[in-house]
């Protein structure tokens, strides 16, 4: 996992992880993808980027707007602000793993 400002559990079992995160100032997770688990990420604060892979792209989401990222597709979440900022991310679906990309 990621080293987060802060991370907030809400719910946490074999197949489900549910948890709050906190991105520092202009701080972004690796470029990595879940072979099993599917990422929900909600948006709570602005500033919140997901940036995807094949196909590319960048997804600049509003608080109360969500990105839904499948097993397998190549991802990264960016905070671009200034300041720390909050997102939800509930992923489901299988055993959680991190694999981390170039």
Known sequence: MPDFADVEWLARTES???RVN?????????WHFHTAVTDHVFCLEPGLEV???????????APGERQDIAPGRVHRVVNT?????????????????FKEVE
């Open 16 to 18: 489900v992880q549910v």
């Open 22 to 30: 906190t991105l520092g100032p202009h701080q972004g997770t690796p």
């Open 51 to 61: 940036g995807l892979r094949d196909p590319g792209g960048v997804v600049a989401l």
């Open 81 to 97: 602000t200034d300041r720390p900022l909050r997102y939800l991310l509930i992923q489901a679906g299988g055993a959680y793993d």
